[in-house]
């Protein structure tokens, strides 16, 4: 985003016993574990609007993640109004959700006061800081110098965490230096609508689908060619996707889908929001009300799905050797899988009791 580096300069690393030193004197050490909590859905709210502002306690009480949007879709002459907003938000009783903020872009005119306002501000109840158009490292480092002074000049004991949104070809390309950046990355979203633009893609949707995107079956000879074909519609995303979450998961950071953008295909969002969770993603933004549900529906195990990845734990106590459940052969592979399923399963039923007793937790 700021610029293009040399190889040399892109391809220099810090010393490993230096990579959780703070950057700046006074600064909250860097976290060598992101924390445990979920993170199902990242609802965006407008805090330029007073009326929205005024039921994010309501609306915080079933989300995981409250954001505080200052970029797209906040015009130009609200931006002053939003960062006073948002800094309110941070400072409302928010039930328990986190508390995020979409920054404007590090090229933009409004970039430095929102993160200058939103440190002063709120301080270290910001949880994450999500930074568009994140395009390689330098981004990065950039904004964790940034944040650590400021850390250390208002005396925050806690790190702000970075968020990046992959939506350019240059970050996509550069996706595995952006995940293993910092220690203050958090995760990855992808961001759709600014990718299918830097790319010269020929859609004008935000996520999901596309009609035209498609794969055919071959001719029937038996028609000469001429009957009706079989046409199944693809996935334009899934190679970006495979691309991230793989990134996030060599470096341990969590992957999320971004913004499904059509509200009132409450079908297609749920199955672009599946897709992601089976790929490994651990949530998606909700831009709607009505898409928080699908969210946590989505990203929240099934009950049967995670009554068997018990049983798998339970017939493999040790994660060794090999059980036969349901005639199905389990071994170390699937007893890694039933973990990733039971774990996330603890923390839906560390915050929602009924989900607790439906898993038998």
């Not at 910001?126 to 002074?149: C, F, N, R, T």
């Not at 965490?161 to 220690?183: C, F, K, R, Y």
């Not at 991230?244 to 297609?268: L, N, W």
């Amino acid at each position: 985003m700021l610029r293009v580096r040399t190889e040399r300069e892109s391809t220099a690393m810090k010393p490993p016993r230096q990579f959780f030193y703070p950057l700046a004197s006074g600064a909250p050490a860097p976290l060598r574990e992101l924390p445990t909590r979920l993170e199902r859905m990242i609802h965006f709210v407008p805090p330029h609007l007073e009326k929205v502002r005024a039921k994010v306690p309501e609306v915080a009480a079933q989300v995981d993640v409250i954001l505080a949007n200052l970029e797209d879709a906040i015009p130009a002459d609200a931006k002053d109004a939003a960062r006073v907003g948002a800094v309110e938000m941070g400072r409302m009783d928010l039930k328990g959700a986190g508390f995020w903020s979409r920054i404007n872009a590090l090229n933009s005119p409004w970039h430095l006061d929102d993160i200058t306002m939103l440190v002063a501000g709120v301080g270290d109840r910001l949880d994450v800081i999500m930074a568009p158009k994140i395009e390689g490292p330098w981004d990065i480092h950039y904004l964790d110098q940034l944040l650590a002074l400021l850390e250390a000049k208002l005396g925050l004991t806690k790190p702000i965490l970075l968020h990046a949104i992959l939506e350019t070809a240059q970050g996509v390309a550069n996706v595995e230096a952006i995940a293993g950046a910092s220690p203050r990355m958090q995760g990855i979203s992808l961001g759709p609508a600014d990718l299918a633009a830097s790319r010269k893609m020929k859609t004008t949707r935000v996520g999901g689908g596309h009609p035209g995107y498609r794969v055919i079956a071959d001719p029937n000879p038996q028609d000469m060619g001429e009957g009706e074909r079989a046409s199944v519609q693809q996935d334009l995303w899934h190679y970006t996707f495979a691309k991230m979450v793989d990134a996030c998961g060599m470096h341990g950071i969590k992957p999320f889908y971004g913004p499904f953008g059509d509200i009132s295909d409450a079908e297609g969002c749920e199955q672009q929001f599946r897709n992601a969770y089976l790929m490994g993603c651990v949530g998606a933004w909700s831009l709607h009300p009505s898409q928080i549900a699908i969210a946590r529906r989505v990203f929240t195990p099934d009950v049967d799905e995670v009554k068997f990845a018990l049983r798998i734990l339970e017939a493999m106590p040790s994660g060794t050797g090999v059980a036969m459940l349901d005639g199905k052969m389990q071994d170390d592979a699937t007893w890694k899988q039933a973990k990733v399923i039971v774990d996330l399963a603890r923390q839906v039923a560390a915050k929602d009791p009924a989900m607790k007793a439906a898993y038998g937790l």
